[in-house]
């Protein structure tokens, strides 16, 4: 049989004595740890006792603690020389299956020399306030004694053989223990015995964790680089250490061989107890070892869910990575961090219908939400499932953005925009062009009197309409780039200033849009006009800064009747949204397929004298979504917008023209999305429970946009100025208020 002597690094004696005492706490299913809907006791774990155990702290074990994680319930074997009986550090919780594995031997396990006792106190030592504290506070030690009898006269030097190792890990896991811990070493290859033990451990789901070695070798021990072996199962951990600046220890041997079973934890200078239960110092890789095993131990209580396979596996793609990019001869796989490890990891989706979920961004809302949704506390607790099925609360409205505010005078402002209009008989052009379109300017500066052949080679139609009398007073439209309310309004021969920021809510859809094309068809029946108009478009929306765009549709039934000097516009319109809700493009987990809104229209226009009019259209809708089985099970949703002119002409000079606008682009007033929120998870049935929330929808800002809008011939050209004043902008209460001026000059062609 292999004789394997584990040489230990030097001792240091502390100068606090561990006190009596017990404590810890509870996993609940509704924490971040997974489970029911009780949640975490509040408890605060950054104490002076955590901040001593400094092996826990280099770990960031406090996210384990915090989510309820405490090793309670687990089975931890240590196989060593034994655990100090007599202090209370370990009361109630060394299990009744602990005993001096040697064979024809019969002693008691207590502790002679303090190794055996340091290793579980990282482990297990109780969080009473006092000292320091375990890794897995709570969990049980079933401690294995196999220093080999009179042969282990001190720390430094004490014999183990490889029968007596394995008859430990035989015995630790047929009572039970989810984790092995064997802080042993030697340069001889594992026996026979030993290597079936292992095998028989993997077999059964336990996780084995093995020193290093204190050599600075590059390679670690022979008898740890049994994780190689087939028949450890890839179950089995080799433990290297790393100082206090994540350097790895100078007394470690290096991963080299055993790269892809290896992981480094704090192995220099951890407190921990001795033989006689003081705390003392420690340095060496056996200190590393039981960092790691604690940490297997508190995701084993925590997530239940997970095989063995599974956490070893989690420890490694969740640790930090040093040296080298990716698995290296020297740290391995990297630092443990339990931080991470307690975190999400890998594909996230919704725990009720397995759905793929961001944790960083499942879509924007559109503009008529404004701040509404992302501080909802409906989206508060919900539960995801993170690639080891783990259950995970989350807070989703956080994962929501805005639709980034319109900045909307200094988008009318850039470029170089002309517009051509001209009648020949029954039918009239309007075309509007750009120069140089992608080059955003904040001015417009003196055009040309016309097209050159060069601008028409780099002009880009932006815009344009053509409308045209196809019977007596039937007239049809057709339009690219326009709404179907505009071409309505140029048959009716409706003019506005020409304002800029101060948007009329029936002329779009309520959110920002790339419009497509239109058709409208109008019908003078004496002082009424009948039309219709179907428009196409996309909604445009956001994911992160890059922009998507999902079609739209929309038609629209309008008529306009005039009463001497009052007209009255009533319309009914639907906008059929096919991936969108009000210009909202979320992930599918919500189970969002697009959402249908009906619009109601009513406007007047009244002539005060020849020379003003007062004129007011207001725009309400009523949206409902189509669901394809997500976590919203309905949408019903109440937008209104409206906008006021009094406008005149002719005031100071011939064909000048004067207006004033207050307007409120479209806004959600009431409603909201009723959602089937997954609040708890059950580990045993693999299901989540379900609650009704109601999301509010409604901002608590309201946009308000006054403007100013004086036009008047000078120059050879026509000349506009705007002054503005929006509060609210975006319908964002915290959005600063926006004012600005804008000066405008355009030359004829």
Same mark, same amino acid.
């Given at each position: 049989?292999?004789?394997?002597?584990?040489?230990?690094?030097?001792?240091?004696?502390? +100068?606090?004595?561990?006190?009596?005492?017990?404590?810890?706490?509870?996993?609940? =299913?509704?924490?971040?740890?997974?489970?029911?809907?009780?949640?975490?006791?509040?408890?605060?774990?950054?104490?002076?006792?955590?901040?001593?155990?400094?092996?826990?702290?280099?770990?960031?074990?406090?996210?384990?603690?915090?989510?309820?994680?405490?090793?309670?319930?687990?089975?931890?074997?240590?196989? #060593?020389?034994?655990?100090?009986?007599?202090?209370?550090?370990?009361?109630?919780?060394?299990?009744?299956?602990?005993?001096?594995?040697?064979?024809?031997?019969?002693?008691?396990?207590?502790?002679?020399?303090?190794?055996?006792?340091?290793?579980?106190?990282?482990? /297990?030592?109780?969080?009473?306030?006092?000292?320091?504290?375990?890794?897995?506070?709570?969990?049980?030690?079933? %401690? +294995?004694?196999? &220093?080999?009898?009179?042969?282990?006269?001190?720390?430094?030097?004490?014999?183990?053989?490889?029968? &007596?190792?394995?008859?430990?890990?035989?015995?630790?896991?047929?009572?039970?223990?989810?984790?092995?811990?064997?802080?042993? /070493?030697?340069?001889?290859?594992?026996?026979?015995?030993?290597?079936?033990?292992?095998?028989?451990?993997?077999?059964?789901?336990?996780?084995?964790?093995?020193?290093?070695?204190? #050599?600075?070798?590059?390679?670690? &021990?022979? $008898?740890?680089?049994?994780?190689?072996?087939?028949?450890?199962?890839?179950?089995?951990?080799?433990?290297?250490?790393? #100082?206090?600046?994540?350097?790895?220890?100078?007394?470690?041997?290096?991963?080299?061989?055993?790269?892809?079973?290896?992981?480094?934890?704090?192995?220099?200078?951890?407190?921990?107890?001795?033989?006689?239960?003081?705390?003392?110092?420690?340095?060496?890789?056996?200190?590393?070892?039981?960092?790691?095993?604690?940490?297997?131990?508190?995701?084993?209580?925590?997530?239940?869910?997970? @095989?063995?396979?599974?956490?070893?596996?989690?420890?490694?793609?969740?640790?930090? !990575?040093?040296?080298?990019?990716?698995?290296?001869?020297?740290?391995?796989?990297?630092?443990?961090?339990?931080?991470?490890?307690?975190?999400?990891?890998?594909?996230?989706?919704?725990?009720?219908?397995?759905?793929?979920?961001?944790? @960083?961004?499942?879509?924007?809302?559109?503009?008529?939400?404004? &701040?509404?949704?992302?501080?909802?506390?409906?989206?508060?607790?919900?539960?995801?499932?993170?690639?080891?099925?783990?259950?995970?609360? %989350?807070?989703?409205?956080?994962?929501?953005?805005?639709?980034?505010?319109?900045?909307?005078?200094?988008?009318?402002?850039?470029?170089?925009?002309?517009? $051509?209009?001209? =009648?020949? /008989?029954?039918?009239?052009?309007?075309?509007?062009?750009?120069?140089?379109?992608?080059?955003?300017?904040?001015?417009?500066?003196?055009?040309?009197?016309?097209?050159?052949?060069?601008?028409?080679?780099?002009?880009?139609?932006?815009?344009?309409?053509?409308?045209?009398?196809?019977?007596?007073?039937?007239?049809?439209?057709?339009?690219?780039?326009?709404?179907?309310?505009?071409?309505?309004?140029?048959?009716?021969?409706?003019?506005?200033?020409?304002?800029?920021?101060? /948007?009329?809510?029936?002329?779009?859809?309520?959110?920002?849009?790339?419009?497509?094309?239109?058709?409208?068809?109008?019908?003078?029946?004496?002082?009424?006009?009948?039309?219709?108009?179907?428009?196409?478009?996309?909604?445009?929306?956001?994911?992160?800064?890059?922009?998507?765009?999902?079609?739209?549709?929309?038609?629209?039934?309008?008529?306009?009747?005039?009463?001497?000097?009052?007209?009255?516009?009533?319309?009914?319109?639907?906008? #059929?949204?096919?991936?969108?809700?009000?210009?909202?493009?979320?992930?599918?987990?919500?189970?969002?397929?697009?959402?249908?809104?009906?619009?109601? !229209?009513?406007?007047?226009?009244?002539?005060?004298?020849?020379?003003?009019?007062?004129?007011?259209?207001?725009?309400?809708?009523?949206? @409902?979504?189509?669901?394809?089985?997500?976590?919203?099970?309905?949408?019903?949703?109440?937008?209104?917008?409206?906008?006021?002119?009094?406008?005149?002409? !002719?005031?100071?000079?011939?064909?000048?023209?004067?207006?004033?606008?207050?307007?409120?682009?479209?806004?959600?007033?009431?409603?909201?999305?009723?959602?089937? +929120?997954?609040?708890?998870?059950?580990?045993?049935?693999?299901?989540?429970?379900?609650?009704?929330?109601?999301?509010?929808?409604?901002?608590?800002?309201?946009?308000?946009?006054?403007?100013?809008?004086?036009?008047?011939?000078?120059?050879?050209?026509?000349?506009?100025?705007?002054?503005?004043?929006?509060? !609210?902008?975006?319908?964002?209460?915290?959005?600063?208020?926006?004012?600005?001026?804008?000066?405008?000059?355009?030359?004829?062609?």
């Amino acid at each position: 049989m292999a004789l394997h002597v584990h040489r230990w690094a030097s001792l240091t004696l502390g +100068m606090v004595l561990c006190s009596c005492g017990g404590g810890g706490g509870t996993n609940s =299913a509704g924490s971040n740890a997974g489970g029911g809907s009780s949640g975490v006791p509040a408890v605060n774990f950054n104490t002076a006792e955590y901040q001593a155990s400094s092996g826990s702290v280099a770990m960031n074990a406090l996210a384990a603690y915090n989510a309820g994680a405490s090793g309670q319930g687990i089975t931890v074997g240590i196989i #060593d020389t034994g655990i100090n009986t007599s202090t209370g550090e370990f009361s109630g919780r060394i299990s009744s299956a602990s005993r001096d594995v040697v064979a024809g031997s019969s002693r008691s396990i207590s502790d002679q020399v303090g190794h055996g006792t340091a290793v579980a106190s990282i482990i /297990g030592a109780a969080r009473n306030g006092s000292g320091t504290m375990g890794v897995a506070f709570n969990s049980t030690l079933a %401690v +294995m004694r196999a &220093d080999s009898p009179g042969q282990c006269p001190s720390m430094s030097s004490c014999t183990f053989f490889d029968s &007596d190792i394995a008859n430990g890990v035989n015995i630790a896991v047929a009572n039970g223990a989810r984790v092995i811990n064997i802080s042993l /070493g030697g340069n001889s290859s594992p026996s026979a015995s030993f290597v079936n033990a292992i095998a028989n451990a993997a077999s059964r789901g336990v996780i084995v964790v093995i020193a290093a070695g204190n #050599d600075s070798a590059a390679n670690p &021990d022979a $008898f740890a680089l049994v994780a190689n072996n087939g028949a450890a199962q890839n179950m089995v951990i080799i433990a290297g250490s790393h #100082d206090g600046s994540n350097n790895l220890s100078s007394f470690s041997n290096a991963a080299g061989s055993g790269a892809s079973h290896y992981l480094v934890a704090l192995g220099s200078s951890v407190p921990a107890l001795d033989q006689n239960g003081v705390l003392a110092t420690f340095s060496g890789t056996s200190f590393a070892t039981p960092q790691i095993a604690g940490a297997a131990a508190l995701l084993a209580q925590a997530f239940p869910n997970l @095989t063995g396979a599974q956490i070893v596996d989690l420890l490694f793609s969740s640790a930090v !990575d040093l040296g080298a990019a990716g698995t290296d001869s020297t740290f391995g796989r990297g630092r443990l961090d339990l931080t991470r490890a307690f975190q999400p990891v890998g594909t996230t989706s919704l725990a009720s219908t397995g759905t793929p979920l961001s944790l @960083t961004s499942n879509g924007s809302l559109g503009a008529p939400l404004g &701040d509404g949704g992302q501080t909802s506390l409906a989206l508060n607790g919900a539960i995801i499932l993170d690639g080891f099925s783990r259950p995970f609360a %989350v807070n989703l409205a956080g994962t929501l953005s805005r639709t980034p505010v319109s900045q909307s005078l200094y988008g009318k402002l850039q470029g170089n925009a002309r517009a $051509f209009t001209n =009648a020949a /008989g029954p039918v009239m052009v309007s075309v509007s062009v750009s120069r140089n379109p992608s080059q955003a300017q904040p001015w417009v500066g003196l055009a040309q009197s016309g097209l050159t052949a060069n601008d028409a080679r780099i002009a880009r139609a932006t815009a344009g309409a053509v409308i045209s009398r196809i019977a007596p007073g039937t007239r049809i439209a057709f339009g690219f780039s326009e709404s179907g309310v505009g071409l309505i309004d140029r048959m009716s021969g409706r003019t506005t200033p020409a304002f800029l920021v101060a /948007g009329d809510a029936q002329s779009t859809p309520g959110f920002q849009t790339r419009r497509g094309n239109a058709v409208a068809l109008a019908q003078d029946a004496g002082r009424l006009m009948l039309s219709t108009s179907i428009e196409t478009g996309d909604a445009v929306t956001w994911a992160g800064d890059r922009q998507q765009r999902r079609p739209y549709s929309m038609a629209q039934l309008r008529a306009i009747r005039g009463f001497g000097p009052l007209m009255l516009d009533l319309g009914l319109g639907l906008l #059929d949204e096919q991936a969108t809700l009000l210009g909202s493009n979320l992930s599918p987990a919500f189970g969002v397929g697009g959402a249908a809104t009906r619009f109601a !229209d009513a406007g007047a226009n009244l002539a005060i004298t020849g020379n003003w009019y007062l004129s007011a259209r207001v725009r309400q809708g009523w949206t @409902t979504a189509r669901m394809n089985g997500g976590l919203v099970s309905s949408a019903n949703i109440v937008t209104r917008g409206f906008a006021v002119d009094l406008a005149g002409s !002719d005031l100071f000079s011939t064909g000048d023209r004067l207006g004033f606008r207050i307007a409120q682009p479209l806004r959600v007033e009431s409603g909201g999305m009723r959602l089937n +929120m997954p609040v708890a998870f059950d580990f045993a049935s693999r299901s989540a429970t379900l609650e009704t929330r109601n999301m509010a929808l409604s901002p608590s800002g309201r946009e308000i946009d006054l403007e100013t809008s004086y036009g008047f011939a000078g120059l050879g050209g026509w000349m506009d100025l705007n002054v503005y004043w929006r509060r !609210d902008p975006g319908h964002i209460a915290a959005a600063p208020d926006d004012r600005g001026v804008a000066l405008r000059y355009n030359s004829q062609f």
